[in-house]
């Protein structure tokens, strides 16, 4: 029977639209067992507790209409029907009783949209609440069971103490084509929520819950006295090294300073210029050795040799590299332009490489120069030298013997903030050695490794020429993708260079292309500046703990940091156990910030790197992680601004105003102390 099939099934999924009775009052759901009473018109679904077993076969002999019928236990018969008023009371005197109003949609109401059969089910991943400077905030994330409908809408509902309410719609966020939750940045609101409840467009609705307080853990007050502030503008890699061996001559008891192995390229680039006009026709003519190796200044010319019939020639005399253009017997120059750079390439391979210009294979080669090849570079006050990373290695016991935490900062160049903070971290641990004993206590029982700038390269060429430098100053790039024009594009993204998890092992998040802001290398740990702080971990098994520390944007992140596209297959995740370990350290570490000048890293930015950010092939934290058993973490300093004004979150960027990049130093450092402190924790647990 039709008619009673769709009643069952309605009634299956409607148990939650308690509201959309067709019915209320008298016969709502609410009522209690004897209560329930339906007008002499009125239709509803009731199940009934019967008299026995004869009345429900006399019911089914009169053609009642039998919804379902419930199982019998202990001798209790129920019975679902669809009655009217008047049936209702006929069954109630024959000795039934109506134990449940079984809620139905209004089907007007469905019509209109307004009301739908719940196809979705909601649960809350996230719900937090914090107060920063004096605003409070709310942060959620809420699953969908209705994973694959891109249409689902969610919306939080929000309530506070004394009543007030509102909602945040969240977004759907998709990650290599899988869906992982819904989420909205963090909202303004009047106070702290008391409670949350989500509801979506398929009818969906969460349980309520209380969000919880963010981080929800602070670190130790700091005695009077303490001494912080020891930054007081950006640091380039030259006033970086001066910091370091000022530290060492005022603290000698307490610093080491370690001469990492791999000397990077310096701050130095090949010499190069175009023969000819780029424009039109031109061969792009570079030294093989750096323009610093007496290399600047060399000449390159073409001429036309002034007699017909001659071959193309070329002499390289008093630093003028000359090549005489073929002729035809009627005195017209013929060479092309890859004739040029073939000829260069054969006779001068130690000293020049040549190609024809994108565009000018094959062109006929112009009379041109003579041109000046030069590096380019801008900076006159850096060494054009290869350059020595550094690491200080900080505490009182610095044999091996104490548990090693490290802390490396700008492996991306244009990140200047980031080693003001591990300088400033640094600074903190020796200046209050003395004068303060928590601190002291910490220095006796923790041997930290700190490296300010993992690429100064790099960061020479950010200071000096091209303030987004992200890379390394390598150029890997063959053919046309060497053209000068590209000189700020080349480069090694070192956080992408690690042997774990890397992009030559199939994970996505690093690039092939020498030009991209993400490029690999030309393999696994092929640059000094990655293949340094691999030997500085290596080196000393003591470091179980390390914080990479990146900016910008407010992240505290952990592994896995990387998966393969085909399926999202993320590098292992931790277990339970270590997960919980990894988030209540987080919270410790992210209280820590918070204490400073109030910036809360966001929940949705606490987690795996994989998950709250991006998948990050051949990073460092994993390759420490997975390879060394440490437990490694990242950091994104320079959490979003709040601007009340626009209502909006406001991102600062690698090289903010001083004084922003000032505060970032100073809440990272007493984050990057924190975790000194868990360190020290750990050990003292003994496990
Ligand atoms: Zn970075």
Redesign the pocket.
């Known amino acids: 029977m039709p008619s009673r099939q769709r009643s069952v099934a309605i009634a299956a999924v409607a148990v939650l639209l308690a509201g959309a009775l067709a019915h209320p009052g008298s016969a709502s759901a609410a009522a209690h067992d004897n209560d329930i009473t339906l007008a002499a018109g009125q239709t509803a679904l009731v199940r009934f507790q019967l008299t026995g077993e004869q009345m429900f076969t006399d019911l089914l002999t009169e053609g009642a209409d039998i919804a379902a019928r419930p199982r019998t236990t202990a001798g209790v018969v129920q019975a679902d029907l669809v009655v009217k008023g008047a049936e209702l009371a006929a069954l109630t005197a024959r000795g039934a009783t109506a134990v449940q109003v079984i809620p139905t949609v209004d089907p007007a109401q469905l019509r209109r949209g307004k009301q739908r059969v719940a196809a979705d089910t909601l649960q809350f991943l996230q719900a937090y609440w914090w107060t920063s400077k004096g605003t409070t905030f709310l942060q959620t994330q809420v699953a969908t069971t209705a994973t694959d409908d891109p249409d689902v809408e969610i919306t939080v509902t929000w309530t506070t103490a004394d009543g007030r309410t509102g909602s945040v719609p969240l977004m759907r966020f998709v990650d290599a084509g899988e869906y992982q939750y819904h989420w909205a940045l963090p909202v303004k609101l009047p106070a702290q929520p008391v409670s949350v409840v989500a509801t979506s467009s398929l009818g969906g609705r969460s349980r309520q819950i209380t969000p919880g307080a963010w981080p929800g853990a602070a670190p130790p007050p700091k005695p009077s006295g303490y001494q912080q502030d020891f930054i007081d503008a950006y640091m380039t890699p030259t006033d970086i090294t001066a910091r370091i061996k000022r530290l060492k001559r005022q603290y000698p008891a307490l610093v080491d300073v370690l001469d990492l192995p791999h000397a990077t390229q310096g701050y130095r680039r090949t010499a190069v210029g175009y023969l000819g006009d780029p424009a039109v026709a031109a061969v792009v003519v570079e030294t093989i050795r750096y323009g610093a190796e007496n290399q600047n200044g060399i000449q390159v010319r073409t001429v036309d040799p002034g007699q017909p019939n001659r071959a193309l020639t070329l002499a390289y005399r008093d630093r003028v590299l000359t090549v005489s253009l073929a002729t035809d017997a009627a005195g017209k120059t013929t060479s092309s332009t890859t004739e040029v750079a073939d000829a260069i390439n054969a006779r001068f391979p130690d000293r020049f490489r040549a190609f024809a210009e994108d565009g000018s294979a094959g062109l006929p080669m112009p009379v041109a120069g003579p041109v000046r090849l030069d590096d380019g570079l801008k900076g006159t006050e850096v060494p054009a030298r290869p350059w020595t990373v550094q690491a200080l290695r900080i505490g009182k016991v610095r044999d091996g013997s104490k548990i090693g935490v490290l802390a490396y900062s700008q492996?991306?160049a244009r990140?200047w903030a980031t080693p003001l903070v591990t300088l400033e971290f640094a600074e903190r641990l020796l200046a209050n050695y003395a004068t303060d004993p928590a601190t002291a206590e910490l220095l006796d029982s923790v041997d930290v490794f700190i490296i300010p700038t993992v690429n100064p390269d790099g960061a020479n060429y950010a200071f000096n020429d091209f303030n987004f430098q992200?890379k390394n100053l390598s150029n890997h790039c063959t053919g046309t993708a060497r053209d000068p024009r590209n000189r700020d594009s080349w480069g090694v993204d070192v956080?992408r260079n690690y042997a774990v998890g890397s992009l030559f092992d199939g994970y996505v998040g690093a690039s092939t292309n020498c030009l991209s802001g993400t490029y690999a290398g030309t393999g696994e740990l092929s640059e000094p500046e990655s293949s340094n702080v691999v030997a500085l971990a290596e080196s000393h098994p003591n470091i179980k703990y390390s914080l990479n520390v990146?900016?910008y944007g407010g992240y505290f992140m952990w592994s896995p940091g990387a998966y393969k596209a085909a399926g999202r297959v993320t590098l292992p995740r931790p277990s339970i156990d270590e997960a919980k370990y990894f988030q209540d350290s987080a919270r410790r570490i992210v209280g820590a910030i918070a204490a400073e000048r109030g910036t809360v890293t966001w929940p949705s930015y606490t987690g795996p790197v994989a998950d709250v950010l991006y998948s990050a092939a051949g990073n460092f934290a994993d390759h420490l992680y997975y390879d060394l058993g440490i437990t490694a973490w990242n950091f994104?300093v320079g959490n979003d601004l709040w601007n009340d004004a626009a209502n909006r979150w406001e991102g600062v960027g690698f090289q903010p105003p001083f004084p922003e990049a000032h505060g970032e130093s100073q809440e990272y450092a007493a984050g990057l102390v924190e975790l000194i402190r868990i360190a020290r924790d750990k050990e003292a647990s003994g496990s």
Do not use: Y
């Open positions: 492996e991306h990140e992200r956080n990146h900016s994104e």
